[in-house]
């Protein structure tokens, strides 16, 4: 390793220690931190900080590596987009195409592509108040067909319009992925199937779907106000296994650094497929607002633009020419966040990425971009 690389090894370091340092300070003695780098000179590793504890014993110590389980959140959005592209071919389609069953006239009709690039005509639902709570019933497949048939307003927005955060939207792009076609159907197995071949082809060992049983394998959370959740607390609900395809994978720093050198073009597989994916972009001027309820299209500027790839977001690390994909993940008791180096319109593989892996909230955020933006700059 030349005096560059260390200089960058030793960086991150640095970042991750002052991150835990930082959550120690806070009283959070139970902090668990996986960061995967790839730059220059480094060869891909994974760096570790803090040290987990048992989801449902607090006082039993998980070991903490790169097996370690984490919930990555809405990361699996991007998982999501690459699974429809293995079980259905194109983007060119409609959710009506692979969704064979009673849905309203304007969500049979929405474009994959609209989803995929968060313009799909729902308001945002990843804060709070979430619009279709009490309204979409999501807990099992023949409940979320009946709730989605009996609201044929759906969607809000005409899509392509306006950028909206839409994890139901992603869900049902989930279901278009394993093509639902009978509500009896067992989506939440069919998905743990999909996603053993993705596997398989991509070499990722222990990245899945949500069950009841994921909380045994994670380490506490901690919840908003610092503190970790109580031993009992699921890390999950059942609507993940309709509207998984939002964010409900869990993995480990070992396939998420197999993941995300997939994602540079390092590994040598479906080039084509990760420069569509990766150029084919939108950007956005107006977003819809945040409504309580099944309430009329409501629009307004954003104060920055967005800019979209298919499941990733186009970004621009602070102080620095570079252009960067990144996408993050929250989800109870965890932060996940992952970005690299623009590479696909050039051809060459990207050079630089990293991503963090947490059971805090925010931290990923924070530590991922600040390590990008050291090993960019």
């Known amino acids: 390793m030349g005096a560059c690389a260390s200089a960058s090894a030793a960086r991150v370091r640095s970042l991750i220690d002052a991150a835990v340092s930082t959550a120690h300070a806070r009283g959070q003695s139970a902090i668990a ?192 106000r610092g503190a970790l959740f109580p031993e009992a607390f699921p890390y999950g609900r059942p609507q993940w296994t309709t509207l998984g395809g939002g964010g409900n994978l869990a993995s480990t720093g070992d396939d998420m650094l197999a993941w995300l050198a997939y994602n540079m073009g390092r590994s040598g597989k479906d080039l084509a497929l990760l420069r569509e994916q990766q150029t084919t972009r939108r950007t956005f001027a107006t977003v819809e607002q945040a409504v309580r309820g099944l309430e009329a299209c409501a629009t307004s500027a954003t104060k920055i633009p967005v800019t979209t790839a298919l499941g990733w977001f186009v970004a621009h690390p602070r102080g620095s020419d570079a252009t960067a994909l990144t996408k993050n993940g929250d989800v109870a008791g965890f932060n996940s966040w992952m970005g690299f180096a623009d590479w696909a319109e050039s051809g060459t593989p990207s050079q630089t990425g990293a991503f963090v892996l947490s059971n805090a909230p925010g931290l990923a955020n924070t530590l991922g971009a600040s390590v990008l933006r050291a090993l960019i700059s």
Request: charged fraction near 10%.
């Open 33 to 224: 931190t996986v960061v995967g780098v790839i730059a220059p000179g480094i060869a891909p590793q994974l760096f570790f900080g803090g040290a987990p504890v048992a989801a449902h014993s607090h006082a039993r110590a998980l070991p903490l590596d790169g097996r370690t389980t984490f919930m990555i959140g809405s990361i699996s959005k991007v998982f999501t987009s690459r699974l429809y592209a293995m079980r259905q071919g194109t983007y060119a389609k409609t959710l009506g195409d692979t969704i064979r069953l009673p849905l309203p006239a304007g969500i049979r009709s929405l474009p994959i592509l609209d989803i995929a690039h968060y313009c799909a005509g729902f308001p945002a639902d990843n804060v709070s108040p979430i619009w279709w709570h009490g309204a979409i019933d999501a807990d099992t497949l023949p409940q979320l067909i009946a709730t989605l048939e009996a609201h044929p307003e759906l969607p809000q927005c005409p899509p392509g319009a306006q950028y909206a955060y839409s994890n139901l939207s992603w869900g049902l792009m989930g279901l278009a992925a394993l093509g639902a076609t009978d509500v009896t159907q067992p989506v939440g197995r069919e998905a743990i199937d999909a996603y053993a071949t993705l596997g398989r082809l991509l070499g990722l060992a222990n990245t899945t779907p949500w069950t009841p049983t994921t909380a045994d394998a994670l380490p506490a959370g901690y919840d908003p």
